[in-house]
């Protein structure tokens, strides 16, 4: 079992940057891949990045690619997402999970969710 808190949303406007951090807590952090995902108001959930045990195996989806980072910190625990250049179709609630198996880009690919942080680019 592992536990996932999400930080660091807020009200930014276009433009703007942000950094997500999400904390676990539970099992051994090292040995999950990390992912993001972003659920705007009726709409279904997407992947925005994700990284797998070494932070060279990084993925991204092409919406967010050259804008956003995604990094990991396991002494800390932590997954973060840095957020430049942000769009208003970047709004929506942000989400941290953590996978066993792969740093996929499928929702059904990770274990543990966070409880999601909202985002809101104004234009």
């Given amino acids: 079992q592992v536990q996932l808190v999400e930080s660091g949303g807020g009200l930014v406007q276009a ?4 950094r997500l951090s999400c904390a676990a807590s539970g099992r051994t952090f090292s040995s999950f891949a990390m992912g ?5 108001p009726g709409k279904e959930r997407e992947f925005v990045a994700a990284v797998g045990w070494s932070i060279g195996n990084a993925y991204y989806a092409d919406s967010v690619k050259g804008r956003f980072t995604i990094s990991r910190d396991d002494a800390e625990n932590t997954v973060l ?3 430049n250049n ?3 179709e ?5 989400y941290c999970a953590a996978s066993q198996t792969v740093a996929g880009i499928s929702h059904e690919s990770y274990d543990y969710w966070g409880q999601g942080t909202q985002v809101t680019v104004s234009s």
């Fill in 90 to 94: 970047d709004t929506g609630v942000y």
């Fill in 81 to 83: 997402l840095q957020m």
């Fill in 86 to 88: 942000l769009k208003p």
């Fill in 15 to 18: 433009g703007g940057s942000l």
């Fill in 36 to 40: 993001w995902f972003r659920q705007a």
